[in-house]
């Protein structure tokens, strides 16, 4: 298939657009609306009303005090978006793309999911506004995350198992495409992280970086100025461009991507194409994206967001793994120290904080940005911790 490459939405060499000719009128539309509509007024009143009445934004940024006196280093304080409505910070991210797509006239709603998260938080939002909402998974995560697949249907959604290739997340990501190449007239692609071509990563980042917007003003209020560092996990990466956003031109502020060390796109990844963008992708032997696996499905990804791709190798931002061992021993911390349950996602920004909080004197500063609460991994920890 002929490729076509758009020079908007680039950082640096990364990001593009590397897709057939049909889907990029079909991106170069919804960039058009993209930018017509993020600062119009309306449109922010909107978007400010969801979520502070659904979401329930603003959430706090709260004072870990046990967990600072446990560590013995710098002060550490939570940004809470596991307290967000379905619980982590997918949600910001599905109000936005909603309320666009309404803008934009679209009557349906598609998605794809791996793991499932992304899935339940597209078929909550597409509940609240009463649309039609379909999502594809890979027939082999279907079967995997069954329950995830009724909490979907709970909320009114068509779950589209694709038997297709190997039937996984790669495989759903090609149905949903060409659902949106046939139907884009009266259809929505709401794309989950990230990722992806553009305008989707600076879509996604616009939406998320109310995180940072609130995070900035909170610790200006606490403490009366600006944190030492900034950590977050990263899968996709849009917890944590949404966590880094109002501090990446702010020098003094340290900017920390968390990986599992099975999938470290950003420590071990080399420049190349995935998805239909240029990012920092883990590649075999074979130059193939490699198969990755993390206890945390939503780090599960060979690939990385393309600005952080660029902040990685400019230097702006450093990136960290922690392995699966680090992990299960914060998340069990963090319950025990603080009655906080983290997602396993967040247990990994969690576990580096713990290893960089004692290098540091006590005057100084981190926000740990936990992405999501663990309900949804309690019963997983279990099973690892009594084999
Ligand atoms: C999906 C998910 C992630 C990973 O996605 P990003 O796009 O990297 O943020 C992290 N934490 C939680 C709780 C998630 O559900």
């Known amino acids: 298939m002929s490729q076509q490459v758009q020079q908007e939405g680039y950082f640096g060499e990364f990001g593009g657009s590397f897709v057939p000719p049909e889907l990029q009128e079909v991106l170069n539309y919804l960039s058009e609306q993209f930018y017509k509509f993020k600062d119009d007024p309306e449109f922010k009143e909107e978007l400010r009303y969801y979520l502070r009445e659904y979401v329930g934004r603003e959430n706090p940024l709260t004072y870990a005090e046990r967990l600072t006196e446990a560590?013995?280093?710098?002060?550490?304080?939570?940004?809470?978006?596991d307290l967000n409505h379905t619980g982590a910070h997918k949600i910001n991210n599905a109000i936005g793309q909603i309320l666009l797509a309404k803008r934009m006239g679209a009557k349906r709603i598609i998605a794809e999911t791996g793991a499932g998260q992304h899935g339940v938080a597209t078929a909550t939002a597409c509940a609240m506004f009463n649309m039609e909402c379909v999502i594809y998974m890979g027939a082999e995560d279907t079967r995997r995350q069954a329950l995830n697949v009724f909490r979907m249907e709970l909320l009114g959604a068509t779950v589209v198992p694709v038997h297709k290739g190997q039937g996984r997340l790669k495989d759903a990501v090609d149905e949903a495409l060409d659902d949106l190449v046939r139907n884009y007239k009266n259809t929505f692609y709401l794309l989950g992280s990230a990722v992806g071509p553009h305008p989707f990563p600076t879509m996604v980042k616009h939406f998320q970086s109310i995180i940072s917007e609130e995070s900035k003003r909170q610790i200006i209020e606490k403490e009366g100025r600006l944190p030492d560092a900034v950590l977050a996990c990263a899968g996709g990466g849009s917890n944590a461009i949404g966590a880094f956003a109002h501090y990446i031109d702010e020098p003094s502020v340290r900017l920390i991507g968390v990986e599992p060390d099975q999938a470290p796109s950003l420590t071990q990844g080399v420049p190349s194409i995935l998805h239909g963008f240029k990012c920092l992708v883990l590649l075999d032997e074979e130059g193939q994206p490699k198969k990755t696996y993390s206890i945390a499905a939503g780090l599960d990804?060979?690939?990385?967001?393309p600005e952080h791709s660029h902040l990685k190798v400019t230097g702006r931002a450093e990136y960290a793994t922690v392995t699966n061992e680090e992990v299960l021993e914060a998340f069990q911390e963090l319950s025990r120290v603080e009655g906080i349950i983290p997602a396993l996602e967040s247990a990994h920004a969690v576990?580096?904080?713990?290893?960089?909080?004692?290098t540091m004197s006590r005057d100084r500063i981190l926000i740990v940005n936990l992405s999501g609460r663990g309900d949804k991994d309690v019963e997983q920890v279990f099973h690892m911790l009594h084999k």
Do not use: F
């Open 301 to 305: 990804y060979p690939g990385i967001g």
């Open 351 to 358: 576990a580096y904080a713990k290893k960089l909080a004692p």
């Open 71 to 81: 560590w013995g280093g710098a002060k550490i304080y939570l940004k809470r978006e």
